[in-house]
């Protein structure tokens, strides 16, 4: 595909269920962001891939959240013993280069609801 | 501590006028402004952006203008179509790659 895709789209988990949410960049893509989305707020940044390295995970708000990108294109976030304030949209976004300013095309995002 | 600030959470504009959409940052580390536009269900789109070393740049029906001694930013969109209405998010950034978005502002455009 020509942009950035997510899977799944909704995902609704109990508390205390681990959760994989996926994220296929652009093909040829250097970076890949994720940002968290609260509702009626902005996106808040996450982590960030430059190829397969993880270079910035500052964003993770506990230790269970964790990120990966083992061959430096699909991205996957694990949140294990969902909690119900990890309930957001997430947003994953790519960019051509690296190391630079770049636009940041995003994905349509995961819903993460935890009941 | 929020960073960028969109003060205003929605605008409602009438077809054919002006839409002007303000943002406000405290860091004086950004250098790359950008305005994504963002329908329901959908991720944010990319509409455009401004580096610090300009003031204005225009794309078409949208101009963005930085002040950077007062730390804002517009967005100006004319005329404004009912397709333009969406929620408008400014972001910004300090060479770290990463983006830092304000709140939003929903538009909405009346016929």
């Known amino acids: 595909g020509a942009g950035v895709s997510q899977s799944p789209r909704y995902k609704v988990a109990k508390r205390g269920q681990d959760v994989a949410l996926r994220c296929d960049p652009i093909?040829?893509?250097?970076?890949l962001f994720w940002y968290q989305q609260a509702l009626g707020q902005g996106p808040e940044f996450l982590t960030y891939?430059?190829?397969?390295?993880?270079?910035?995970k500052s964003g993770l708000p506990s230790d269970r959240f964790f990120a990966e990108r083992p061959e430096g294109s699909v991205s996957t976030l694990k949140i294990q013993r969902t909690q119900q304030e990890d309930s957001a949209v997430y947003l994953c976004?790519?960019?051509?280069?690296?190391?630079?300013?770049?636009?940041?095309?995003f994905g349509p995002g995961t819903r993460l609801t935890v009941l | 501590d929020q960073q960028v600030k969109q003060n205003s959470p929605s605008l409602s504009v009438q077809e054919g006028r002006i839409s002007i959409l303000n943002c406000d940052y405290t860091?004086?580390?950004?250098?790359?402004f950008l305005w994504y536009k963002k329908y329901p269900a959908e991720g944010p789109t990319f509409l455009i952006s401004?580096?610090?070393?300009?003031d204005k740049n225009e794309d078409g029906r949208f101009t963005v203008f930085l002040n950077k001694s007062a730390k804002h930013l517009s967005l100006h969109i004319v005329p404004s179509q009912p397709g333009d209405s969406a929620v408008y998010f400014c972001?910004?950034?300090?060479?770290?790659?990463?983006?830092?978005f304000g709140t939003g502002t929903r538009l909405q455009v009346f016929p």
């Open positions: 401004i580096s610090s070393i300009k």
């Open positions: 860091n004086s580390m950004f250098d790359y």
């Open positions: 976004a790519s960019t051509k280069l690296a190391g630079e300013t770049d636009t940041q095309y």
């Open positions: 093909s040829g893509h250097v970076s």
């Open positions: 972001a910004a950034s300090d060479n770290t790659d990463k983006l830092i």
């Open positions: 891939f430059q190829n397969e390295a993880q270079l910035d």
